[in-house]
């Protein structure tokens, strides 16, 4: 297809801004020797709190605070040697130092994109990529239990096997894809989210699911047994403070969403903890391998609602309540 000029799309006014404007802009230009490709966006899916990103954490070069990092659409243009022609149906968490993908055409590079899975609707797709791959990231890389760098499936099956794993918000989108993942790897998981999700949790793969409006963390892990090797948190402040108090001695105590020592518990006493706060990079190559687990239904992402674009503020709204049960997702083929 031949794209326009312009096209429609958010767009965040300013990194002090907490509100979006749908607005016209002026289309993409990509470069091919960088890798880029011009995607004709189907679906897109917002990252909690991302409005906050750009005051806190700026892009290194300035550009349009553009939202929503996931991605799922065609392939218009891009490198001659691509593995992503023209018509080939992607998917992607694409890099913050571009524009997110909260528009009509957008850009992804070749080591971002992954084909997607043809069994799987737009706005499946949309709600998989930068959960899943961050849940990867975590348990094949940076949480240590499978050595130092990226282990593969296999290393990670051995290294993980047996090993007590306690999520945080396990129905949200990130925690979700942890349970998974950790139960395929052979860990046995311990899953906390809130009452209307304990069913949810239990089915992709938790062995025990603890209701955190009813369990009081300190005390449960006090009986005997209950300690983790490592604690998985999706969603910081209070919960990751609670969730210090379940890890052994030696454990590791990993969080997506803030330095875990900064709310470490006064009185704790655990000795030779592993504290571990990463963030996420966009690896083409694991959502390759996160496709052939899908496509073999070993697993499988989460929509919690689709919104057209024009409803930009009501879905931001479910996003912040902080109650999306998976991925809240725009559906750019729906009109208000």
């Known amino acids: 297809?031949?794209?326009?000029?312009?096209?429609?799309?958010?767009?965040?006014?300013?990194?002090?801004?907490?509100?979006?404007?749908?607005?016209?802009?002026?289309?993409?230009?990509?470069?091919?020797?960088?890798?880029?490709?011009?995607?004709?966006?189907?679906?897109?899916?917002?990252?909690?709190?991302?409005?906050l990103w750009p005051k806190y954490f700026p892009p290194p070069t300035p550009r349009d605070l553009i939202p929503c990092p996931d991605v799922a659409g065609t392939v218009i243009s891009g490198p001659k040697d691509s593995p992503f022609q023209p018509g080939d149906e992607v998917y992607a968490r694409t890099n913050y130092t571009r524009p997110g993908n909260a528009r009509q055409f957008s850009v992804a590079t070749t080591d971002e994109?992954?084909?997607?899975?043809?069994?799987?609707?737009?706005?499946?797709?949309?709600?998989?990529?930068?959960?899943?791959?961050?849940?990867?990231?975590?348990?094949?890389?940076?949480?240590?239990?499978?050595?130092?760098?990226?282990?593969?499936?296999?290393?990670?099956?051995?290294?993980?096997?047996?090993?007590?794993?306690?999520?945080?918000?396990?129905?949200?989108?990130?925690?979700?894809?942890?349970?998974?993942?950790?139960?395929?790897?052979?860990?046995?998981?311990?899953?906390?989210?809130?009452?209307a999700n304990v069913t949810l949790v239990k089915s992709l793969g938790a062995k025990e699911v603890l209701d955190y409006r009813h369990t009081n963390l300190r005390e449960w892990a006090e009986k005997p047994g209950n300690k983790v090797d490592v604690v998985v948190d999706c969603i910081g402040r209070q919960s990751l403070e609670d969730a210090w108090?379940?890890?052994?001695?030696?454990?590791?105590?990993?969080?997506?969403?803030?330095?875990?020592?900064?709310?470490?518990?006064e009185g704790y006493s655990g000795t030779e903890v592993t504290d571990v706060f990463f963030v996420m990079e966009p690896v083409g190559r694991q959502l390759k391998e996160i496709t052939n687990l899908i496509e073999l239904g070993m697993c499988r992402g989460m929509v919690d609602s689709v919104w057209p674009i024009e409803q930009y503020r009501e879905a931001f709204k479910r996003l912040d309540e902080g109650h999306a049960r998976g991925k809240i997702v725009f559906d750019l083929s729906l009109n208000h």
Request: charged share 15%.
């Open 1 to 51: 297809m031949s794209a326009p000029t312009r096209m429609q799309g958010l767009i965040q006014p300013n990194a002090d801004s907490k509100g979006l404007i749908l607005d016209t802009l002026p289309l993409p230009i990509i470069n091919p020797s960088l890798g880029e490709h011009l995607i004709h966006v189907k679906t897109c899916a917002p990252c909690a709190g991302e409005l």
């Open 113 to 195: 994109l992954a084909h997607k899975p043809p069994g799987l609707s737009w706005v499946s797709a949309a709600a998989i990529p930068v959960s899943a791959e961050t849940a990867w990231q975590i348990l094949f890389t940076h949480a240590g239990i499978a050595g130092k760098g990226e282990a593969d499936f296999a290393t990670a099956q051995k290294a993980w096997k047996g090993k007590r794993v306690l999520i945080t918000a396990s129905s949200g989108g990130v925690g979700m894809w942890v349970t998974q993942l950790a139960t395929l790897l052979g860990a046995e998981v311990i899953g906390t989210c809130g009452t």
């Open 245 to 265: 108090w379940t890890v052994r001695d030696g454990g590791v105590v990993l969080s997506i969403f803030q330095p875990p020592k900064q709310v470490c518990p």
